[in-house]
């Protein structure tokens, strides 16, 4: 990898770590990815500063992203896997709970058979 290549990749590798690595940002660092090559190809002599001046810091290019995809913030993706969790565990004790009233229902159905004997003489 040339000189040119590392300096985007390390912008890009900045940019992702200040977005948490969510896995829907592959697309958005795709497309990012190719603007900065696009940008080399322009301006072959840039540097690190350079990119920062045209595109942002990594953290604000982080900030603009995570602020017009608001579901995707930590906060948000937190309380939302806490809640699928949560709902989980309901489910799963309703379950438990069932199949104890379900064995207790079955324990008292059991028909109790007798036999009748007739002694004929």
């Known amino acids: 990898m040339d000189r040119k290549n590392v300096i985007i990749e390390q912008y890009l590798d900045k940019i992702k770590a200040q977005i948490y690595k969510l896995s829907p940002v592959d697309e958005f660092i795709g497309a990012l990815r190719q603007d900065l090559y696009d940008y080399e190809e ?5 540097t690190e500063e350079d990119l920062e001046s045209e595109f942002g810091t990594p953290e604000e290019i982080a900030s603009d992203f995570l602020k017009e ?5 930590p906060k ?3 309380k ?3 809640i ?3 709902i989980i565990l309901v489910l799963i004790a309703v379950l438990i709970a ?3 009233v379900f064995a207790d229902f079955l ?5 109790m058979a007798t036999d009748v ?3 004929e003489e």
Do not use: C, E, W
Request: no cysteine.
């Open 42 to 46: 322009a301006n072959p002599d840039f």
């Open 69 to 73: 995809n608001p579901t995707l913030q």
């Open 76 to 78: 948000a993706v937190v």
């Open 80 to 82: 939302g896997k806490r």
């Open 84 to 86: 699928r969790n949560i």
């Open 98 to 100: 069932g199949g104890f």
């Open 107 to 111: 324990s008292q159905r059991q028909v």
């Open 117 to 119: 004997v007739y002694i």
